[in-house]
């Protein structure tokens, strides 16, 4: 099986002024979707404080039915911040940390951003990321993206006895965009829907009632019952 071969398109609003017809000395700002593809490694590397286009796809050359190429969007729910200026002496060290996200043709001898022995002498790191950037071709290659995620936590009296996770999340999603044809969720088998006067251990109206019956990789859970905290709190 041949490497599959993508472009990154990029996806963001612009206005443009826009005359109003039955008002000629008015004007309005019209939004529009703007469209590009980056070519360059250097075109898609996105430091810290940069402004990210809102749609960021992998796309490819097929298409679904609807003729739009099918891809995979990246989207970023959290930054990591800032961690070290650039003139420090030790900054080459984790300057995969330079960007929110950045987009590099694959290569083999380019498989891990850092190293652990960046850290033994952070002055000559083993692995320098800001050397994977230079400049070459990502349309219709085989590409990675390097996708810092983070957040600053600075611990507080809420934090006790544990700290909450709302909030506190961090990551990105890899959604499919115009990849499938319709929502793929409206095919999913355990979807089920029953009327509350329906007896919902029937499998008539619940499927999913008998799967222990029809599929025999399906644990037998006995029913749960709850009975308070009677039995394990001496008042």
């Given at each position: 099986?041949?490497?599959?071969?993508?472009?990154?398109?990029?996806?963001?609003?612009?206005?443009?002024?826009?005359?109003?017809?039955w008002e000629p000395?008015?004007?309005?700002?019209?939004?529009?979707?703007?469209?590009?593809?980056?070519?360059?490694?250097?075109?898609?590397?996105?430091?810290?404080?940069?402004?990210?286009?809102?749609?960021?796809?992998?796309?490819?050359?097929?298409?679904?039915?609807?003729?739009h190429p099918r891809?995979?969007?990246?989207?970023?729910?959290?930054?990591?911040?800032?961690?070290?200026?650039?003139?420090?002496?030790?900054?080459?060290?984790?300057?995969?940390?330079?960007?929110?996200?950045?987009?590099?043709?694959?290569?083999?001898?380019?498989?891990?951003?850092?190293?652990?022995?960046?850290?033994?002498?952070?002055?000559?790191?083993?692995?320098?990321?800001?050397?994977?950037?230079?400049?070459?071709?990502?349309?219709?290659?085989?590409?990675?993206?390097?996708?810092?995620?983070?957040?600053?936590?600075?611990?507080?009296?809420?934090?006790?006895?544990?700290?909450?996770?709302?909030?506190?999340?961090?990551?990105?999603?890899?959604?499919?965009?115009?990849?499938?044809?319709?929502?793929?969720?409206?095919?999913?088998?355990?979807?089920?829907?029953?009327?509350?006067?329906?007896?919902?251990?029937?499998?008539?109206?619940?499927?999913?009632?008998?799967?222990?019956?029809?599929?025999?990789?399906?644990?037998?859970?006995?029913?749960?019952?709850?009975?308070?905290?009677?039995?394990?709190?001496?008042?």
């Amino acid at each position: 099986m041949g490497r599959i071969h993508n472009s990154i398109m990029t996806q963001d609003m612009k206005f443009d002024p826009f005359n109003i017809p039955w008002e000629p000395e008015a004007k309005i700002q019209r939004p529009k979707v703007v469209r590009s593809v980056l070519e360059t490694e250097n075109q898609a590397a996105f430091e810290l404080h940069s402004k990210v286009p809102r749609y960021i796809h992998f796309s490819s050359n097929a298409t679904n039915k609807w003729g739009h190429p099918r891809s995979y969007r990246v989207q970023i729910v959290s930054f990591a911040g800032d961690y070290l200026p650039e003139e420090s002496p030790v900054e080459k060290a984790m300057g995969w940390a330079r960007y929110k996200l950045s987009v590099t043709k694959r290569k083999d001898e380019e498989g891990e951003s850092s190293s652990i022995y960046n850290q033994n002498d952070p002055w000559n790191p083993t692995v320098t990321f800001s050397d994977f950037i230079n400049n070459e071709d990502i349309q219709n290659q085989d590409l990675v993206a390097w996708i810092t995620v983070g957040f600053l936590h600075i611990p507080h009296s809420e934090d006790l006895p544990n700290t909450a996770t709302t909030g506190n999340a961090v990551g990105f999603f890899l959604r499919p965009y115009n990849y499938f044809d319709i929502d793929p969720s409206v095919n999913s088998p355990d979807g089920v829907f029953f009327h509350s006067k329906q007896n919902y251990e029937s499998c008539e109206s619940n499927p999913i009632a008998c799967l222990p019956e029809t599929a025999s990789c399906a644990p037998k859970m006995p029913p749960f019952t709850y009975k308070g905290f009677k039995n394990l709190v001496n008042l």
